[in-house]
C-alpha cells in the first residue's frame, strides 16, 4: 500500500472524558482553517476509564492503518492519565487543554483541580430550571401562539413566515436560558394600525428579523411549491411591508438572510444586550 | 488602590471575529479547572474590522484598571492582523488559535487559510433545510403530539413526564440535525399490553428516559405542588411502571437523573449510534 504525506481525506479524531461538545466545536474549528484539506472527522466521547482510553487507541490504530498515514488526534482530557494513556496512539496527538492550561497556570499562580473535564455537567438545580423554563416559554410563545404571559418574555422576535425566529429563539433559550418568543407578521398586521395585540407596550423586547425576498421565495418554495404563499412577488410583498411596520414601530432588526441559527442568535443577544440566564 | 496577583474576582474575556461561541465553550471549560479561582467571564464577538479591535482594547484596558489587574484575554482570530492589535491591550493575551493551529500546520505540511474563522457560518443550503426540518419535525413530535410521520424519526425517546425528553431533542435537532420525537409514558401506557398505537412497528428506534423518583417527585413538585401527579408516591409508582415497560419491550434507556441536556443528548448520539446530519 503506498503512503502519501497528504492524501485528499485525512482522519481527524476529537477526544475528551466527557461529551467532547467543546473538543468537537474546538476541532472543527481549527480543521476549516486548512479549506485546501479535507478531514474525516470522528468524536469519541466519555473516555473516562483505562479501558474505555486503550479501546479508543485501538480505533485509532486501526484507523491508522487503514488509511495509511496517522491521523490527528486532538484532545481535551483534564485527567492527566487518561491523556498520557492516548499519547501511546499511532497519531499526531495534540492536546488541546494541555497547551492552553499550562500558559494560563503560570499567569493564575495557581494549580489546576485535578478533576475531569466539567462544561457541560449539569449547574446547580437552579440554573437547570431556568434553562428548562426557558425552553418552556419559547415553545409556549412560538409562531405567536399563547395569547398570556408574553411580558414574561426577555425578547419576542418578529418577522415575516419563515425567516428563522423559531430555531433562533429555541436556541437562546436552549443554550444562555433565554425566554424568547416570537410572533410572525401576516397581511393582517400590516393592514393594522399599530402593533398586534398580543405585543402591545412589549415595545422595548421587540427585535425584527428582514430578509431578502428571494431567499423567502426559496425558502417557502420548498414547502409550498407554486403557491401564492411563495411566489415572489407575494415575498416581496410581505418583505416590504414588514420592514415598513417596523420601521415605523421602531423595532430594531437584522438581515437574516443567509445567516446560521448560531449568528443570528448571537446577533441578537449581542444588539438587544441579553443576558445569559445560565452559566 | 492596593493590587493584588490573584483576587477572587479576575476578569476574563473571550473574544472572536466571529459568534464567539467556540471560544465561549473552550474558555470556560479552560476556567473551570481552576475551582478555586471565581472569573467574571465577559464574551465579545464580531471583532473583525480594526475599529473594533480598538474599541474591545479600550473596554478591556478600563476593566483591568477598574480591577487592579490584568484581566485574562482568550482569543480565537483566523485574522493574524485583528489578534496582533489585540496585543496592545493590558491584559494576558492567550490566543488560542494560533498555540494550536501552529502544530497542526506543521504535522499537516500546509498553511492555513487566512480567512476569518467561520465555524458557524452556514453550511450548504441543503445542511441547513435539514436542519431546520428536524427542529420542525421536533416540535411536531414533541410530547406525543402528532399521529403521523413518526416512523421519518431518527429517535424516538420515551419516559414518565419530566424526564427530561423535550430538552434532549431539541438539542438533537438544533445541534445535529437528527429528527427526534417524544413520547410521555402515562398511566394509561403502563395498563395496555405493547406499546402505545403511535409507536407501534418504530422498537428499534425507541429510547427511554429513567430518572430516579425523589428527584421526578422534586421537578414536578415546583410545577405542581401538592398534586397527586407530583407526590413521591406516585413518581415511585410511574418510574416503577416506565422501567417495567422498557425492560419488557426491550427498549435501551438510560438514567437521566442529574445529567445536563449536553449530557443526554450526546449519550443518546452515542448508545443509539444515530449520525449526525448536518456539518
Known amino acids: 500500500m503506498s503512503t502519501t504525506a497528504n492524501p485528499p481525506h485525512r482522519t481527524a479524531f476529537f477526544v475528551s472524558d466527557r461529551t467532547g461538545i467543546t473538543m468537537e466545536m474546538l476541532g472543527r474549528s481549527l480543521l476549516r482553517q486548512f479549506d485546501n484539506l479535507q478531514f474525516n472527522e470522528i468524536t469519541i466521547p466519555y473516555i473516562d476509564t483505562p479501558d474505555k482510553a486503550a479501546a479508543a487507541v485501538s480505533e485509532i490504530n486501526e484507523r491508522a492503518a487503514a488509511d495509511g498515514v496517522r491521523p490527528l488526534l486532538l484532545s481535551t482530557f483534564a485527567n492527566p492519565s487518561i491523556r498520557a494513556a492516548l499519547n501511546s496512539a499511532n497519531a499526531f496527538h495534540l492536546d488541546c487543554f494541555g497547551s492552553l492550561i499550562a500558559p494560563l497556570e503560570a499567569e493564575l499562580g495557581v494549580t489546576p483541580s485535578p478533576a475531569m473535564g466539567h462544561s457541560h455537567r449539569i449547574g446547580d438545580t437552579a440554573d437547570q430550571r431556568r434553562r428548562i423554563d426557558a425552553i418552556r416559554f419559547t415553545l409556549d410563545h412560538d409562531d405567536g401562539i399563547s395569547r398570556k404571559n408574553w411580558a414574561q418574555a426577555d425578547i419576542i422576535l418578529v418577522g415575516v413566515s419563515r425567516s428563522g425566529k423559531t430555531p433562533t429563539c429555541l436556541y437562546l433559550a436552549l ?61 416581496q410583498q410581505e418583505v416590504r411591508q414588514a420592514e415598513a411596520l417596523m420601521k415605523r414601530e421602531g423595532i430594531p432588526y437584522l438581515d437574516a438572510t443567509n445567516k446560521s441559527i448560531e449568528e443570528m442568535a448571537i446577533a441578537v443577544l449581542h444588539h438587544a444586550k441579553l443576558q445569559r440566564k445560565i452559566y
Chains 1, 2 share one sequence.
Not at 443554550?175 to 415595545?203: I, K, S, T
Not at 420548498?222 to 411563495?230: I, T
Open 175 to 235: 443554550q444562555y436560558g433565554v425566554c424568547a418568543g416570537n410572533y410572525p407578521l401576516v397581511p393582517e398586521d400590516f393592514a393594522r394600525a399599530g402593533l398586534p395585540e398580543q405585543l402591545e407596550n412589549l415595545g422595548g423586547k421587540l427585535f425584527g428579523f428582514n430578509i431578502h425576498p428571494e431567499r423567502l421565495h426559496q425558502i417557502r418554495s420548498e414547502r409550498k411549491p407554486g403557491s401564492r404563499y411563495a411566489s415572489l412577488d407575494n415575498c
